[in-house]
T-cell receptor
Framework: GAVVSQHPSRVICKSGTSVKIECRSL??????MFWYRQFPKKSLMLMATSNEGSKATYEQGVEKDKFLINHASLTLSTLTVTSAHPEDSSFYIC?????????????FGPGTRLTVL | AQSVAQPEDQVNVAEGNPLTVKCTYS??????LFWYVQYPNRGLQFLLKYITGDNLVKGSYGFEAEFNKSQTSFHLKKPSALVSDSALYFCAVRDPYNAGNNRKLIWGLGTSLAVNP
């Protein structure tokens, strides 16, 4: 099946620093990738839809200047949490859809645990 | 408005017994429906999907789900639960007629399944 990787799997940083998370589709091309944030009580929140070669589409309430998304190629999307604060600590998960059919399932990365001190 | 409901926050079942995890949806057209499973500190794994055709869909790990249009439900089932099935289960829906959403899924809040030995 399609494989999506995320790097790093875990990161601890100081408040005020920026953190970049990479999401790669390893064996398929993904024109669209999605970034999610998962809160401790499990709910999954879609942050943004990342489209290769164009600007990301952010969900309501998500600060685009805070969470910078770049989708420079068909296999890589990055999420940068700028000037991170403790409230940004969370589990961030990316997913990707195989290019082509609109009803293909999303394939998820293993997630990145961000802790901001 | 599109929505997905997973009415049970937690489901407990004894090993060997049948399990059901409930999901109901609301979309404007014919839905594309998905089930995903999440093991602790991991990303989500695709289990099965309904696009069209037979209402009973079989998926990974012995799971199946039945699409019921009149009840707008897509309950996940397994005839005999295993302890290893204990995880978090998410139901999701995509409205195929909403062309502007870049294949975005609408997610339920998740159901924690605990299978007791």
């Amino acid at each position: 099946g399609a494989v999506v990787s995320q790097h790093p799997s875990r990161v601890i940083c100081k408040s005020g620093t920026s953190v970049k998370i990479e999401c790669r589709s390893l064996d398929f091309q993904a024109t669209t990738m999605f970034w999610y944030r998962q809160f401790p009580k499990k709910s999954l929140m879609l942050m943004a839809t990342s489209n290769e070669g164009s600007k990301a589409t952010y969900e309501q309430g998500v600060e685009k200047d805070k969470f910078l998304i770049n989708h420079a190629s068909l296999t890589l999307s990055t999420l940068t949490v700028t000037s991170a604060h403790p409230e940004d600590s969370s589990f961030y998960i990316c997913s990707a859809s195989v290019q082509g059919s609109s009803y293909n399932e999303q394939f998820f990365g293993p997630g990145t645990r961000l802790t901001v001190l | 408005a599109q929505s997905v409901a997973q009415p049970e926050d937690q489901v407990n079942v004894a090993e060997g017994n049948p399990l059901t995890v409930k999901c109901t949806y609301s979309v404007s057209g014919n839905p594309y429906l998905f089930w995903y499973v999440q093991y602790p500190n991991r990303g989500l794994q695709f289990l099965l999907k309904y696009i069209t055709g037979d209402n009973l869909v079989k998926g990974s790990y012995g799971f199946e789900a039945e699409f019921n249009k009149s009840q707008t439900s897509f309950h996940l089932k397994k005839p005999s639960a295993l302890v290893s099935d204990s995880a978090l289960y998410f139901c999701a829906v995509r409205d195929p007629y909403n062309a502007g959403n870049n294949r975005k899924l609408i997610w339920g809040l998740g159901t924690s399944l605990a299978v007791n030995p």
